[in-house]
């Protein structure tokens, strides 16, 4: 028990009641994290916003940039969505850092066209608001608009081979949500 | 738009507020038809309430059945599992009228061990709570408890062969968000 | 075990060793099945090859027909692609003749953007050669390039909702093959 | 072309004809990889063949664990299967060390309830051969027969976080192999 005493030190869990949908309140150790490293990884939620709108304006011609954000929070908030978020990113740093042995650090290094973890890895991302995301992954993931032509810049010594998988997953999953509750506002 | 017109007339969609979540606004015809169609195939809520309690009871010993039932609610309020619902029920009762070409309707008929899209539907319904519901949908398809094994008896002159799937996969479903829900409230 | 004899007459499966991997012996009921049904809603195996020629000319600058078509046909020697494929043809043509109960026959007939089964089917098709194939099919999906744009024709009368989605995937999964064998052969 | 050089200096690629089906030229340095870590880790194939022997000895009477064995080795040749593999063993060790960053060690030291991560790559591991090995996975997993009750023996000081899942999926993935065989047998 002693151990466990000290994962509650490092995870420092709150007590929250449930169904309490405060947004602080759910905000734990976990989600802050996953924020965190977007940020340091150059990602602004409004980056992930724009390409919400990309892939939506189409279909909803009145779309407001703070309805993409609002849907981008909320796919944030989603734990399954965080724990990807950080693996990911711990994955591209460490790679980054030639802190990997190999074969895993060249794969990751040129991101690899066979090596597919990061796909899988998007995909628990996408899966959250239904299968209707799947084909907005798709196509922004080769469209490469806004940010992700910038994470694709293999120039820049970074490593973002998982990255810019997870930023086109959250817009994914964003647009399914956003298309579920249009449907229901109809 | 006369197009439209005929699909409103069909659907009978009623107009809601986003983010309006009183129960009886966002009970559409998707969600009556799913909630009429378990029914009518003779299951109950509590039946797969069960199920969850049977899954669960060991990670909380203080586990009511109104909580179980609670998430079962919960995750027949997605319209991807309602989707998933009527599709698979519709096919079962195709099979069981005899209104399904061949070899369709033998696969269905015998439940045969190579079709596999009923696991597919099921996994559409599993993974709106994240992968963590995999292991019980898998768990709970082999032991068959309660309404499953009434379900599996082949005797009974019904097929069943999507719908066994189906509740699995709800009940793992609402085992994943109550472990979630548990976990926000430590 | 009566009944299991009328199994067999529907079934006429055929005796075959395994790994007895003559194209002529694997081919079984299920299989035939599944290429009549493309080839009677107006698919042939080059109009598929068509798109994975699309997909990958960039990537394979001497690519040639004929291998495009070898991985179209490798991907429909796949028991659980000519399950997706029946079943989804199946519901597609049952939709055509008014044979389903709604709310399903509307959600098909109108390719309802909020169903979402027919994308599941078709992820159990992009799925068979790994995650690499998720980006073609989302991509493909949306550009809609030769037969895709044929089937997504709303004027013809027929119902293809998920025709269209299944041999996206089939391209797609084409494309994840060759990109697998391109690699080994390097 | 000097960046691919240097690619093929790491990774040490060997030509190889496609469709060349030979063990010795198909082992390319990520299979080796994945199966000499396996083996550092503890496992040995037969440890997984008794896992295969575990789930379907019910359905095949005469099941021989040679059979099993070779089922192993054909799930363990997929290009996507080893990417798993050793993604999810260098976590493990990196957790092991205390390499990661918090809160991803202590969640990974404490196989963690809520993190899913371990899940979602088994999965990329079990679809290879369809969505019927869904099931076995999950069966597996709760009974921990054989290796995975050593694997979970918490007292041991290692972690295998994400190895008692891959472990888990290989053997419902070779099962799922060994089930299309035997029908093709039929």
Same mark, same amino acid.
């Given at each position: 028990m002693q151990h466990k005493g000290k994962e509650q030190k490092n995870l420092v869990k709150k007590k929250e009641k449930v169904n309490n949908m405060t947004f602080e309140n759910t905000t734990d150790i976990v989600e802050k994290t996953a924020r965190q490293w977007l940020k340091d990884r150059g990602i602004s939620l409004m980056d992930i916003a724009d390409l919400v709108y990309f892939l939506q304006k189409r279909y909803h011609p009145d779309l407001k940039m703070e309805t993409c954000l609002y849907n981008v929070e909320k796919v944030l908030a989603k734990r399954e969505v965080q724990n990807a978020i950080i693996t990911g990113i711990h994955l591209d740093t460490l790679a980054e850092k030639g802190q990997l042995e190999e074969p895993l650090l060249t794969m990751l290094r040129t991101d690899e @066209?066979?090596?597919?973890v990061d796909e899988v890895l998007a995909f628990s991302i996408v899966n959250v608001y239904g299968s209707i995301g799947f084909t907005n992954y798709g196509y922004i993931d080769k469209m490469k608009p806004g940010i992700l032509k910038k994470l694709n810049n293999?120039?820049? @010594?970074?490593?973002h081979t998982f990255l810019d998988d997870i930023i086109g997953a959250i817009a994914a999953a964003a647009s399914s949500r956003l298309a579920h509750q249009a449907k229901d506002a109809e």
């Open positions: @066209g066979l090596y597919g293999k120039t820049s @010594g970074r490593c």
